[in-house]
């Protein structure tokens, strides 16, 4: 990701409630001056805004069916029709 794109306002958005993207903007404006281009993004990301990324998800991955909700629809039976009672 370019340094300059990540210095423009309308490049960067907060999504969330009033008080949690208020904080954001603060740390961001606070910190941004720390972003180093050699690291990379998601580590800029953390330190700078000061908080602490969820790293992989421990849940196996080989499983399909653990994968999300949506991706289960797969396994649905197709064919038999519902109804609702």
Same mark, same amino acid.
């Given at each position: 990701?370019?340094?300059?794109?990540?210095?423009?306002?309308?490049?960067?958005?907060?999504?969330?409630?009033?008080?949690?993207?208020?904080?954001?903007?603060?740390?961001?404006?606070? &910190?941004?001056?720390?972003?180093?281009?050699?690291?990379?993004?998601?580590?800029?990301?953390?330190?700078?805004?000061?908080?602490?990324?969820?790293?992989?998800?421990?849940?196996?991955?080989?499983?399909?069916?653990?994968?999300?909700?949506?991706?289960?629809?797969?396994?649905?039976?197709?064919? &038999?029709?519902?109804?609702?009672?």
């Amino acid at each position: 990701m370019s340094l300059k794109l990540i210095w423009s306002s309308s490049s960067c958005r907060f999504l969330g409630s009033d008080s949690g993207v208020e904080r954001l903007r603060a740390m961001w404006r606070k &910190n941004c001056k720390r972003w180093m281009r050699d690291k990379p993004f998601s580590e800029n990301l953390a330190h700078v805004l000061d908080i602490q990324l969820h790293g992989p998800s421990s849940i196996q991955k080989t499983d399909p069916q653990t994968e999300c909700g949506i991706c289960y629809a797969q396994y649905l039976p197709i064919g &038999n029709p519902t109804s609702v009672r």
